[in-house]
């Protein structure tokens, strides 16, 4: 799971990653990434049990600067994707 935190100390917690997309059971909107929030992001990752050692080494682990808000989409009820608040921001 992951868990980023914004420059401004808040954090979104459990997220999980579908491609380059964060999944968050918390209700998002674009309004939330702020210029002032994205100034400065640290994303950290904390493995599942059943996690094999391969994948824990492609996360995107680390601390980024400027980073830009792509989109925020919430889906429920769709086949084939977890129901959720799906957003992707360019690192």
Do not use: W
Request: with cysteine.
């Amino acid at each position: 799971m992951y868990t980023i935190k914004f420059a401004d100390n808040s954090e979104l917690k459990n997220l999980e990653l579908n491609g380059n997309n964060f999944i968050s059971q918390q209700e998002l909107t674009p309004e939330f990434f702020t210029p002032e929030k994205l100034a400065n992001i640290e994303i950290s990752y904390t493995p599942k049990e059943g996690d094999d050692e391969s994948m824990i080494m492609d996360t995107m682990s680390g601390n980024y600067e400027n980073v830009e808000f792509i989109h925020c989409t919430h889906y429920q009820g769709v086949r084939g994707l977890a129901d959720g608040y799906y957003f992707t921001l360019n690192v």
